[in-house]
């Protein structure tokens, strides 16, 4: 597979007489930057969800925000901090009175989460290296479960000219794990979201988490007007993506643990077009030299955004493949052929998915939803619709941002999301997973989730922020000896009901789960926290568990 990369790398980055321009970081789906963004700006969300932090992505953020460069208990302009490279670097009181010159020089901590950087006048290089801390503990009492989060690491972020922009993170955890996700390791033997894991000397969860990658603007076109007429962005790393503007993903979300990938975006006017190649793990069965047996999802999506209209509208398709020698099928390597076709053609057990999405954004109202069809018979969809063939899922969720008179920056989401039996999986190892995780929706199929979220930050008290996140999902598991569809790894063919899978058959489950997230900005980019954390399942596998903690956050 790497061999494959390099030569697509070689290929697409040295496209002839083509000017490379600057790329940027991105910012990162579902943490605290994003909320902000989306709080601060719905226009600036994105159904590719690749945020990159350039300047005019900033700038209107800033805008949005309100530019200041004092910090204090009153004034703390958040997206001005973040992005020194951009808004020029300064100390907070804290920082100068650490000292830190005499210890680094002058490149020690010149701004409070820039750590050591270089860096050089008017040229857009630079080269920055982090601590990180990811820190969260609650002890058991009072009812409460004991939870233990001591993650430690580093990121190297940099810009070389108007060539590349490179990043990477890595942290190792310590962690007492709640209930609930012990509950799932037990069932699966994996945490969600995680690789690899052990069990220290005394009784700790014990893992690594990295992610990098380096993006490359390709190709770029504007008018006389500095219009952008077309574009061509590349990236390449070890990492997760997101498809969709709400919080769950029904085509491709982060839920699963980072791989290798690579991704091409194109703009040309309105037209938007992303392709991804990912390797993955199939199913943890190891080939002659023990390293995992493999699997390759390609994926591309098309979008036609209508600007006046406040309206998108996307259509992705999807392919899962494996082979006997653990290759990649260059079969799917044409970046815009209809996969399905091919995977006929072929004759292969390919697992072959279509999706239709849209987003329409009017004032502060913002409405999306998805539609995923992996196999769906329109002869059956109204004289059969409870039919095992029809797998499918859908998603509906609304945005409202909350003034700017009292919030710095303020929205509330409210989704629903509906998969049926059996969606996602296939009759061999090309479920649609990787390291046995789901790569779409946590609860895979076979259940209905409505979720309700908000994020503010309060004008008056800007480095106060407030994070909550309630959801209740109905959902039906396979028995020991019967598949109702409840789990994606199962072989469809083998499903119960004789044809017909009926919504939430099996082991009927019902769960709660809410969390408050209080935060509040020591410093930028440092943030302590108080979380109160709810999780409570009736019926199957019934479990109640709760917790309050206090945690760090650092980078």
């Known amino acids: 597979m790497m061999n494959i990369f390099r030569i697509l790398v070689a290929v697409v980055f040295a496209a002839g007489p083509i000017r490379v321009r600057a790329q940027y970081r991105f910012i990162p789906v579902h943490s605290e930057m994003e909320d902000r963004l989306i709080g601060a700006s719905l226009s600036q969300l994105e159904s590719f969800r690749q945020h990159r932090q350039s300047p ?260 992705s398709e999807s392919i899962v493949q494996t082979r006997p020698d653990n290759r990649l099928d260059w079969s799917y390597f044409n970046p815009i052929i209809f996969y399905r076709a091919v995977e006929r053609d072929l004759g292969s057990p390919d697992n072959a998915m279509i999706a239709f999405d849209a987003k329409w954004q009017r004032g502060r109202w913002m409405a999306y939803g998805q539609l995923v069809l992996d196999e769906f018979h329109v002869s059956k969809a109204f004289t059969q619709p409870e039919s095992t063939v029809n797998k499918f899922a859908q998603q509906l969720g609304v945005y409202y941002r909350l003034g700017s008179k009292h919030w710095n920056s303020a929205y509330l989401n409210l989704e629903y999301n509906r998969v049926r039996p059996h969606t996602y999986s296939h009759y061999s190892a090309n479920h649609y997973t990787h390291r046995r995780q789901s790569l779409a929706h946590p609860l895979e199929s076979n259940f209905r989730e409505l979720v309700l979220r908000g994020f503010l930050v309060p004008r008056a008290l800007p480095r106060w922020s407030l994070r909550f996140l309630g959801l209740v999902a109905w959902k039906g598991y396979n028995s020991r000896n019967e598949n109702f569809g409840g789990d994606i790894l199962g072989n469809y063919q083998t499903a119960a009901g004789g044809g017909n899978s009926v919504m939430l058959s099996g082991l009927f489950q019902r769960r709660f789960m809410g969390e408050f997230d209080l935060g509040y900005a020591l410093q930028p980019g440092m943030t302590v926290a108080l979380r109160w954390y709810r999780y409570a399942a009736e019926g199957y596998q019934a479990l109640g568990s709760s917790a309050v903690s206090l945690g760090l956050r650092w980078n």
């Open 56 to 315: 005019e992505r900033l700038s209107a953020l800033r805008l949005a925000e309100g530019w200041d460069t004092v910090f204090s208990a009153r004034r703390y302009a958040y997206f001005t901090w973040s992005n020194p490279e951009y808004s020029g670097y300064r100390k907070t009181k804290f920082v100068r009175g650490l000292g830190m010159k005499r210890l680094l020089g002058v490149r020690g901590w010149a701004h409070p989460n820039r750590f050591y950087v270089w860096k050089q006048e008017n040229a857009g290089d630079y080269f920055a290296i982090n601590p990180v801390i990811d820190g969260v503990y609650g002890p058991k009492a009072a009812g409460f479960d004991e939870v233990l989060l001591n993650g430690r690491g580093a990121e190297v972020m940099a810009q070389m000219g108007d060539d590349v922009a490179l990043y990477s993170k890595v942290l190792d955890y310590q962690a007492v794990l709640p209930a609930d996700v012990q509950q799932y390791q037990r069932n699966r033997g994996q945490i969600p979201g995680v690789g690899m894991h052990t069990t220290n000397f005394v009784g700790f969860t014990d893992y690594f988490l990295a992610t990098g990658y380096m993006d490359v603007k390709l190709l770029e076109r504007r008018d006389t007007g500095q219009q952008l007429r077309y574009n061509i962005r590349a990236t390449m790393g070890y990492d997760r993506q997101h498809i969709g503007v709400g919080y769950r993903s029904l085509i491709l979300s982060n839920v699963a643990p980072p791989s290798l990938f690579l991704q091409v975006l194109y703009r040309l006017g309105p037209f938007r077009y992303q392709n991804i190649f990912k390797e993955l793990i199939r199913d943890g069965s190891v080939d002659l030299s023990l390293a995992y047996n493999k699997k390759y999802l390609a994926m591309h999506r098309g979008s036609l955004v209508f600007e006046k209209l406040g309206l998108e509208v996307g259509f």
